[in-house]
């Protein structure tokens, strides 16, 4: 499986093909093809972020048209960096698309066919989950401290829990963020991804040489967990583009501060994908 870049109506956003061809509308939003003024230039998804509600309203509507999902049955978290993941359904939909989010977590998931689920970033990891089998779908917001606790794994293991999914069934798209070769830490991180994962995030820790600090890759620390959860190594696909390093296409918290838009990771189950 593989991440690709998009185009359609207008609007740039990443995607799963196999996610898509197997019924679960879905993107990961970039910063083109809104309406947004600077410094939220254009399609800013952040409802917190300063940004008229109406414009971010507009932006869902366009980037919802573009990867097929319904932006009047949308349902978002308010993200708290931790490893949470709650079960939503049409009742938790938001009643106009540029409200902030309510929900009180870091990922969401459901079996409701048309809810639409988003998690947000601007340097953090999002990572989609979708069952064909089961027919559930999950949305998660991998930061850091996320990724330590293994909100990924979490993921995997919620859609079991609740839905009776099997990892190996899972399909699992990482999605745009901040890469190894922008994520410079100290050495809280490393500490932290080695106490969820031990050794198995060596690889996934670099040092700098002669200074005290890390380069850190989460996106493989979420594949890493993707894999100890069950997935299969052909079902896990991860976006190369890097949100630090191409400040045209994505906003990074890293890079710009507060003073910018965010994006959104978006899953829907298709309407034709009743629960089974």
């Known amino acids: 499986m593989e991440v690709i870049r998009t185009q359609r109506r207008g609007v740039v956003f990443y995607q799963c093909p ?8 879905h993107g990961f939003s970039t910063r083109v093809g809104g309406v947004s003024p600077a410094p939220w230039d254009t399609l800013n998804l952040g409802g917190s972020c300063g940004d008229e509600p109406e414009r971010v309203s507009e932006n869902f509507r366009r980037f919802c048209a573009a990867i097929g999902a319904d932006p009047d049955r949308l349902v978002k978290n308010q993200q708290v960096h931790g490893d949470t993941i709650r079960t939503v359904t049409g009742a938790d ?19 409701e066919p048309g809810v639409c689920l988003a998690a947000f970033s601007a340097d953090c990891i999002p990572v989609l989950l979708c069952d064909p ?21 979490r993921g995997v293991e919620r859609l079991t829990e609740e839905f009776g999914s099997r990892p190996e069934d899972v399909l699992a798209a990482i999605g745009p963020g901040i890469s190894l070769c922008c994520f410079e830490t100290h050495r809280d991180v490393p500490d932290g991804l080695r106490a969820g994962l031990g050794e198995a995030v060596e690889p996934y820790i670099h040092p700098d040489p ?7 890759d989460l996106k493989g620390a979420n594949r890493e967990w993707l894999l100890q959860a069950g997935v299969l ?21 890293r890079k710009m501060g507060k003073r910018r838009g965010s994006m959104a990771a978006l899953i829907q189950i298709g309407e034709g994908l009743g629960p089974k």
């Open 210 to 216: 002669g200074t005290e600090k890390y380069h850190v």
């Open 233 to 253: 190594p052909e079902h896990i696909a991860v976006c190369p583009a890097c949100t630090a390093c191409n400040e045209t296409e994505f906003w990074s918290h």
């Open 133 to 153: 089998v089961r027919r559930a779908a999950a949305a998660v917001h991998a930061g850091w401290r996320g990724t330590a606790l293994g909100i990924a794994r």
């Open 18 to 25: 196999q996610m898509r061809q197997a019924g679960f509308p």
């Open 93 to 111: 939909c938001m009643a106009f698309p540029g409200e902030p989010g309510t929900v009180e977590a870091d990922g969401l998931m459901t079996r």
